[in-house]
Structures are given as C-alpha cells and as structure tokens.
C-alpha cells in the first residue's frame, strides 16, 4: 500500500511539473514558494496562543531589538514590534490599531492616550531618559567644549524638528541655554526625526548635530563605521542644558487583559532591562512613580 | 554612369539638361524579405518622366533617394549640372531644390491652405513675381485658402500639396502617386489638373505611378521598374509598343499613339483623328483642327481579319503588317505586333485563332479596333 | 473659512515657485531629451529611456537618499558643485530644483516623446522637401504638431512637482522660505497633531490637483487628435 501510494503521488507529481511547460517552471516554483512562507508565517503568528503587538518609537529599535531577545528568551513568548515616530504611532492607535504597548519617544502621548481612555495611568512609566549629543562624523569637529558650535564656524547644524520630536525640542533648548538660538537659525536643518538628522550628519551635508547619544551605540552604525573607519567626534549635551527627555510607555486597553503584556510590563521595571538600556545610551529614571 | 563632379561654374557648359542618377540603397535586415535598389540612369531634364512599376519595385525608395530622404542611399544625382550626390558629398533634402508631393495628403494640420503655401514660399530659393497667383489658378484652389486641411477633401489637399511643392520653384518636381489615395471620382477630378500642370510648368518632373492610365495620360518619358532594376526605359510611345517588356503582360497592354484631330461627324457625335496607317473614329472630343492628340489602344480591343469584309459593327479598321509574334506554350493567349503606317499596334488573340489563321510574321492583316482612349 | 498662516502661506508661495523653476527647465532639458529618444534609433535608446524612467519605480526614499549622498561635500555631484564654488546643494532651494528636475523628469519627456513619436517622420520629411532646416522643422512643425504632448508636459512636470514629498523631506532640511514645501509642512502639521492646519493645508492641496488634473483631461479630450496631418 505505501508503495502503491509513492507511486501514485510521483506519477501525480510528474503529470504536474510536465503539465507545466518548461517556460513557466521557474515561475511556478517561486509562486509555491511565496504561497508556502505566507502559510508558515501565518502559522506561526496563530501558533502562539500569546504574542504580544508593540509600538515603538523609532529612536528605540535598536534597544528594543536586545530587550526583545532578552524577553523572548526568558518567557518563551513571541513579541512583534513596529517601530515608527511617536507621532504616527499614536495617530495609529487612536484609529484603533491591534497593539497591546506603546513606546513613545516622549511623555506627552502616552498621558494623552490615558486622557483619552485609550491605555490606564497606572500603567504607564519612565522607562528611559534620553540623552542629547552633539555629533560630527568629522573626528576633529568637536572638542569638550563644543567650540566650534559656539563660535558659530559651521555652515549647517542638523537636529529633529523641534515641533514635535523630543530630541530636537530639547536642541533648541540647549541652543537657548547657550544663548545660540538666534545665531544659528538660519544655519538650522531640520530632520523629521533624529534618524534623519543622523544622515545629514553622516552624509557630511551638515558639518554637526544633535542627535540621540543611543544612536551611537546602535549596530548598524557600528558596522558602517568600522568599514568606512571613522568615528567623528562628539559632545554630550549636559543634563542641565535641557529638560529631561521622558520616554514613556503605556499598556493599551487592548493589552490590560493580556497576562503577557503585564510581564513585559514588569520586565521593562525589571534590573535586567534597565541595566540593557543604560548600556544603550539612555539614563533610567531612579523614579519608577 | 561615372559622373564627375560637375560645379555651378560648368552650368553652361554643357547644353542639354539631364537628370543623372546613379544610386544604390540596401534595406537589410529590417524589412523582410531584403530589398535593394540598383539604378543608373539618365533622364531627360524636361518634360514628364514616369517611374513605373508594381508595388514594392522600389519606385517610392528611388524618388526618395532623389530626394535625399533616404540618407543611406549611396551613388550620385545630378539635377541639370546641379551636383546633389556623390561618393563624398551629401546634400541634405532641405538644401535640394525640389517640391516633393507625397502619396498621401501631407499638409500641415495647424496651418491653413494658404499657411502651407506661405511656408513652402518663404523658403524659396527663388520668388518670381506673380507665380502665387497664377499656381492658385492653375490648381483652383483660390476658394480654399481659408480653409484648414481637415475641412477640406482628398482632391483638394492633394491640389494644395502640388501647389505647395511648386511654389518652391524647384528645379526637379517629385510626385509619388499622388492619386494613389484618392477613389476614382477624386482621381477625376484632379488629372486635368495635373495635365495643367504639366502644360505651364517649365520644370521636369518625376511621376511615381503603377497605372497605366496615369502613364498614358501624363508622361513623355517612362523608366520601369521591377526589383528595384531597371528593365525599360525610354520615350512612353516606344516603351509602351515593347511587346517583351514585363509590365505589358495582363489586361493594360496596349499602345500609344500620335494622331491629328481631321474632322468632326456631328451627326454621329464622332470625331475622326489621323493615324500614320489610316483614320479612327473616335467619340467626340472638343479639339481644334490639326491639334495632336494622344491615343491609346489595348491590346485586347483589338482583333485580327484576313480581310476587310465590312459586315461587323466596327467602325475602325486599318491594315497592317504583322512584325511579330509572341506566344508561350503554357498560355491560351498570344500577342501580335503589327505596323501600320509608322505607327505599332499590339493586338491579343488566343493562341487557337493565331494557328487557325495561320498567322505569322510578314503576313497582312486587318486589325479591327473596338475601342479607343483619347489619352490628351 | 480658509485662514493659512505666514509659515503655510510662504510654504505654499515656495512650492509655485519651486514648480515653476523646475518646470521651466524640465522643458527647456526635457525637449531634446525627448527628441532624441523619439528619433533615434542608437542602442543608448534603451539605457537613457530606462535612467529616465527611473523615477517612476524607484521610492523617492532612494532617490533622495542617494542624492544626499551625491550632492554632499563627499558626493560627485557636491565635488563639482564645490569645485564651481557653489558650494553644496542640500538644504537650498537650488538643491531642491536640481532634486526635483531629476523626479519629475518622466512626466515631462514621456508626453513630449510620445506626441513626437506619434507624429512620425513625414511632417519632417515635408518640411524638409520645403526647405527647412533642423531647426526651422523643429519650431515651425514640431512643436506646432506636439503641442498637446508639451502641455500634458507642462502640466504635469508641474504638478508632480508641486505633490513631491519624499524626495524634499530626504535633502531639503526643512528650511522655512528656502526648503519647507507645502507637503513637508502638511506633514509637520500631521506630526505635531495640528490636524486643524493640517487639514486647511491638505484640503487646498487636494483641489489644486483636482482641478489640474480635470483641466488636463478636459484639454485632452478636447485636442485628442485634432491637429495631424490631413
């Protein structure tokens, strides 16, 4: 029988591939291979009774990429992350988007999301402080001093749009505390977000800029720079110069029922993932209330 | 034909005026089946010459060769000691003087009539006082100037086109079928005045045609074309009584000749028209007396009697001498060429009365001609 | 009830500006570009329509991040940018001009190239036989003939340039008065919840292409066809 049956499944298989002209094979083949990943993938998306669907802000990822893993292999529980600005995140989870956490860039969103009944304000914390630095992907650009921004000698400096992301709200801070502001305005270009400002720095369109010091750490920069070998030169804006970038997180109410979305919770709280992100470039708030 | 380089200082040098082409052009690859253009010849610097062949024989490639338009067209042309063309010299269409008047209607869409004729006049080499005038009357089209292509119809078009190209004052008129597109009636109505044309224009033209009828109508000289070759050439009456010339082999053979306008029969709406061998009666035509006329007999109109016995009901009769035959096995007719006078006539019979009547050369003959064509 | 404010009103200022400059110059590149891949029969045919095209299928994501690239201080372009001592083109309107004439680049040739195509050889053989020479045939019977096409060019060379966002947001700083376009600050609007300015910014967006494009169909059903060659 289980001969009889091989022979039956070749000869089918057979009467297929040569149904198939010789001309459409390979066509046919990658058309069973894309309909079989999508199977695998929907799969597995259904095999995990619990997985949890995370917002993050982009200035995260590369962080969040280490806790994931961390997570995941503490709990065994599947975490899918979308990154994207805070901004359009938060437009995304007012419109009813399935996530369970929000990550934001800042502190503002998520106490909005709990005004409006979106996430709970018990559950809703600090759970990292970012921190501002002066980059240039020139090695002699900056000193300890940041002369060079002070003195003004610099075509262009990059930050985020300081409208609405954290980290260029909190440049133009330090720029006022250093009495710059109106100096350098018309020398100003703005990234929608720090990961463009980022690029205008690398690309050297921009002799200098403020950027997150996370950025620095991340992996992709590591490679880039080893392969391109240079390092630029930085300056970390000191605390006092601007007010504190608060990164808060918040469960939705769509995550509160979910038992995996309170371990995470209490993981990000956790000595484990805080010391990840200190060792990424941000400060962890002492003050967990 | 090796031309030499002939300047504008040797103009008036030499005396008689010649159009002298020598070109090859080769379309490979691209066009299927491969067709190469093979010519070499001499032709009169006045007077109408037809380029006549089937389609694809490469009559509209040779006319635009002539016309530079075929940059990769290789040889010489040489208008009337005007040098155009040779080995290390191209001129470029622009710089030619010709008017060219294309198969279809080709007049600017965004300019009117009278735009079309401005543009080709600005652009004349040459602008002899009053010459406007006179095209738009020769061609009629004096009504038409307002109007833009789009409202006017083929005839008409093709009308503005020849008076276009004429107000170049070119040295060399090129016309490729320019009746081509037209139906009959338009043909018509627009012959008589290519036949003006050919009257009041002092410039040779070359006349692309596959019909006959146009030929006869129109042209003094004929040069055929078959495959791109040449295979006969010469005055149109001469080429047109070549029993073994390709194109005269299907229902269009026939001949084609000078006459005197005699009198008129009024009675019988007839007019009797002097042939070298004898008298035909034609229908009426308006001419005055001892006007030459162009006639035209096909060969299937004519056939063949041992004697003149007068009990048929055709009028016209005249004898001849037969000076040819020609026959193949395989076929059921034969052609017969006779003289009359010094006139050729070509007559078509089955090969079974040819055998019949023991028809052969030197023998006389009645032909009795059932039709005949006023040509001009 | 429309109530822009400076910033809107100097971003939408710089963003006619911006398409007409490079509109002007698309037609004055565009054409002979146009021309010769509508005439030619060159094996750089194919490579240059495809370069052309390239905006159409790329992101405008690559297209400015590569233009970062080549237009800054270490970039081929920013070399001879330097060189002529013009400086670098990123974050200035010159830059956004040169970034957008390369984007908008297809939606000017394609429609002169096509009507140029379509009027195939004869109206230039004709004027030829006339006497007219290479240029004299393109002013008197080219451009005539191919006129829808250069409208359709205009039109939209303009405004595709008017709705170009990616590419601007990659290269352009978001300078106000120099680089900030009107869809950069729709988005800015969107990002920092103003969804009020937003809102009166994009609204007014959405007719001007309304109407553009209602002008150019209503012109191309108007003029399909109308001037060929009778």
Known sequence: MTNNGNILHDSLANTFWSSVTTRWRPIARFLICVSTLLLVTVAAQY?????????????????????????????????????????????????????????????????????????????????????????????????????????????????????????????IETLNALGLVVSSESKLVQGENVAQAYQFIHSGNAEMGFIALAQLYGEGLDRLDKRRQFHGSKWIVPDALYSPIRQDLVVLNRGQAKQIAQQFFDFMRGDVATSIISKSGYSVSTNHD | MNEPHRGDSNKKASGISTIDVSLCLDFGGGSSPPFSLAVNVSLPGAGVTAIFGHSGSGKTSLLRSIAGLERKALGSVVVNNENWQNSTFFLPTHKRSI????????????????????????????????????????????????????????????RVSIARALLTEPSLLLLDEPLAALDISRKREIIPYLELLKQNANVPILYVSHSVDEVARLADHIIVLEQGKVVAEGA??????QMDVPFSLQEDTGVLLSGTYKTHEPEWSLSRVALSGGDL???????????????????????????????????????????????????????????????????????????????????????????????Q | ???????????????????????????????????????????????ISAIVALPLVLPPTVIGFYLLIAMGPNGFVGQLTQSLGLGTLPFTF?????????????????????????????????????????????????????????????????????????????????????????????????????????????????????????????????????????
């Open chain 3, 94 to 230: 010159g830059g956004l001009v040169v970034a957008s004439v390369f984007y908008s680049m297809p939606f000017v040739v394609q429609p002169i190239q096509n009507a140029i195509e379509g009027l195939g050889d004869r109206p230039l053989e004709v004027a030829a036989s006339l006497g007219a020479g290479r240029l004299d045939q393109f002013f008197t019977v080219v451009l005539p003939l191919a006129k829808p096409g250069f409208i359709t060019a205009t039109i939209l060379g303009f405004a595709h340039t008017v709705g170009e966002f990616g590419v601007i947001l990659m290269i352009g700083g978001n300078i106000p008065g120099e680089t900030r376009v009107v869809s950069v600050q729709i988005y800015d609007h969107v990002e920092s919840l103003a969804y009020g300015q937003a809102h009166t910014l994009a609204g007014t967006m959405v007719v001007f292409s309304f109407v553009v494009l209602l002008c150019l169909y209503w012109f191309q059903s108007k003029r399909g066809g109308q001037w060929s060659m009778k």
């Open chain 2, 99 to 158: 008017g060219y008047v294309f198969q279809e209607s080709s007049l600017f869409g965004h300019l009117t009539a009278s735009g079309n004729l401005r543009y080709a006049r600005k652009r004349a080499k040459k602008r002899t006082k009053g010459l406007s005038r006179k095209v738009i009357e020769i061609m009629g089209i004096s009504h038409l100037l307002d109007r833009f292509p789009s409202q006017l119809s083929g005839g008409e078009r093709q």
């Open chain 2, 281 to 375: 009666l034609v229908a009426e035509v308006s001419a005055t007396v001892g006007a030459d006329l162009r006639v035209r007999i096909l060969a299937k109109d004519i056939s063949l009697s041992l004697s003149a016995e007068d009990h048929s009901s055709i009028l016209n009769r005249l004898e001849c001498e037969i000076i040819d035959v020609v026959e193949k096995a395989e076929q059921s007719m034969a052609l017969v060429k006779l003289q009359t006078g010094d006139d050729f006539l070509i007559a078509s019979i089955t090969r079974k009365s040819l055998y019949r009547l023991g028809l052969v050369k030197g023998m006389h003959v009645w032909a009795q001609i059932k039709s005949v064509a006023i040509v």
């Open chain 1, 47 to 171: 095999s995990h009774a619990e997985s949890l669907k995370v917002a993050v802000a982009s200035n995260f990822s590369g962080t969040m990429k280490r806790l994931v893993k961390q997570f995941e292999q503490q709990t065994s529980h599947n975490v899918i992350v979308s990154y994207g600005s805070s901004g359009k995140l938060f437009a995304q989870i007012i419109h009813g988007a399935p996530f369970d956490l929000f990550l934001s860039a800042d502190q503002e969103l998520p106490s909005k999301l709990v005004a409006l009944g979106h996430a709970d304000s018990s559950q809703q914390f600090t759970y990292a402080l970012g921190r501002l630095v002066l980059w240039s992907a020139d090695s002699n650009a900056i000193d300890e001093k940041a002369s060079r921004l002070k003195s003004g000698d610099y075509t262009h400096v990059a930050l985020a749009n300081p409208r609405f992301a954290p980290y260029g709200r909190a440049a």
């Open chain 2, 236 to 241: 149109v009456q001469e080429v047109f009584s």
């Open chain 3, 1 to 47: 009830m429309i109530n822009f404010s400076p910033e809107d009103i100097s971003a939408i200022w710089l963003t006619l500006k911006l398409a007409s400059t490079v509109t002007i110059i698309l037609l004055l590149i565009g054409t002979p570009i146009a021309y010769w891949l509508a005439r030619t029969n060159s094996k750089m045919k194919g490579p």
